[in-house]
């Protein structure tokens, strides 16, 4: 059964292969057994071994129960399963799986078509209510991952265009997850900077020296392993299995380390062996380590060691592909070591850049919302007066300003003027008076 799990596992649903998987050989059912417990004290959590609580299932599709209906049926066809033996992984991906259901018992298609009828009628009342919502059918998309044209019963076009369609939706998702993570590492920086941007530079200056800080506090940590190495392997093998590190046995650490006795690592158990070094980098009780970047940091690890070892592209190892990778197997290979995100450049300035102007026209934070110059409150004896003029880029600039305010204070100045008589002196100095001018009776009525 071993190459449909490659099949199941491939369309991302190892949860339900874990429920139906054949029992293992007793000694190695025990193994797993006491590997899930030794994990579950090492993290009492329930992290190791198992999705974090924030994060959510990797691949989820709008027919993910349809999907799983007919993975279940054709799992249990022994007929199927046999002629799954030795075919390549390329043709599966290419959806050529469907070319081996024509002699299928009646019965399993009758059970294959009354999936495909509850997906039509799911569909249908999506249909309606996305009708409904926009008024019309202009924005209803043709289904891809099922045969309309002969929805009366499931066949082969059927089980293809669901094969392709689930791959063409995994590869987009872990794109998009990954776009994702750079955006939220670049809002991140923009509001950073937005916020040193409105503190006066001794603020600025203190901030800064935080921030240094705690980016130092989260650096220091012991040297990452090279996920996948020999290294970091037996060092799963000897904190995490208790076993002793100088009788590394690489077919029982595979064992130790499938959990659910299928002969393949899926997703969540290659994850699992990550824990360690995951651990060295980040903690959830410090706040210098963000679980986003912890959850991002287990996937690359993954995929990293996925695409060292997997070499028919099923996204499962096997056995055999683990006994033949040479950096799992070479015991006096040096250690690469690995660069966690802190690291590594998430993003271009170029990308930054164009990232931070948009975030801040759509925050209304104006044109120079990271310029520290543009947003440094101005020193109080000069009033408004500096807010109003424009910034100055040199002497030359600064002169007209200058000679403007030097007019404006010479009538303040003592003047120089001259002599003349007393009684004239008096008339210019002394100003109209308003009193003495005739009231008007009407005045203020």
């Given amino acids: 059964m071993g190459n449909f799990y490659q099949f199941s596992v491939f369309l991302c649903i190892l949860f339900i292969t874990n429920n139906v998987v054949v029992a293992p050989p007793p000694n190695r059912q025990a193994a797993a057994a006491e590997a899930q417990q030794q994990q579950h004290q090492t993290d009492p959590s329930g992290a190791e071994g198992s999705a974090p609580q924030d994060q959510k299932p990797m691949y989820q599709f709008a027919y993910t129960k349809y999907l799983e209906t007919v993975v279940k049926i054709l799992e249990n066809d022994p007929k199927f399963t046999e002629r799954l033996k030795g075919m390549k992984e390329e043709d599966i991906k290419a959806g050529n799986i469907a070319d081996h259901i024509d002699d299928l018992h009646e019965s399993v298609f009758d059970e294959l078509t009354k999936a495909k009828l509850a997906e039509i009628e799911r569909l249908r009342e999506e249909i309606g209510k996305q009708i409904e919502k926009d008024g019309g059918a ?26 392709v ?9 872990d794109k998009e997850r990954r776009e994702e993570f750079k955006r939220y590492e670049m809002q991140k920086q923009a509001e950073e900077d937005h916020k040193l941007a409105q503190m006066t530079p001794e603020e600025r200056e203190k901030a ?10 989260h650096n220091e940590h012991e040297k990452l392993k090279h996920p996948g190495g020999r290294e970091q392997l037996e060092e799963v093998w000897e904190e995490s299995d208790h076993m002793d590190k100088e009788n590394f046995d690489p077919r029982t650490f595979f064992a130790l380390h499938d959990l659910n006795g299928d002969g393949f690592w899926n997703d969540d158990e290659i994850e699992a062996l990550f824990q360690i070094e995951i651990e060295k980098v980040y903690n959830e009780t410090n706040p210098d380590d963000d679980p986003k970047e ?58 930054l850049k164009k990232f931070e102007q948009e975030y801040a026209a759509k925050q209304g934070w104006g044109e120079h919302a990271y310029d520290p110059t543009a947003n440094t409150p101005a020193p109080q004896h000069l009033g408004n007066q500096v807010h109003n003029q424009p910034p100055v880029n040199s002497q030359f600039d600064a002169a007209p300003p200058v000679q403007q305010q030097y007019q404006q204070q010479q009538p303040q100045a003592v003047p120089v003027q001259p002599q003349v008589p007393v009684e004239q002196q008096q008339q210019q100095q002394v100003p109209p008076i308003p009193e003495k001018k005739p009231i008007d009776p009407g005045y203020g009525i």
Avoid: C
């Fill in 208 to 217: 800064k020296a935080e921030i240094d800080a705690s980016e130092k506090r």
């Fill in 294 to 351: 912890r959850i991002e940091e287990m996937y690359r690890m993954r995929e990293h060691v996925v695409s060292q070892m997997d070499k028919n592209n099923d996204r499962l190892i096997s056995l055999e592909e683990f006994l033949k990778d040479n950096e799992a197997q070479t015991p006096t290979k040096q250690d690469e070591g690995w660069k966690d995100i802190a690291q590594q450049d998430i993003y271009t300035d170029e990308e």
């Fill in 165 to 173: 369609k689930t791959v063409a939706d995994m590869e987009e998702l």
């Fill in 138 to 163: 202009h924005n209803i998309k043709v289904p891809e991952h099922i045969d309309v044209q002969n929805w009366e019963k499931f066949n082969k076009e059927d089980l293809r265009k669901l094969v």
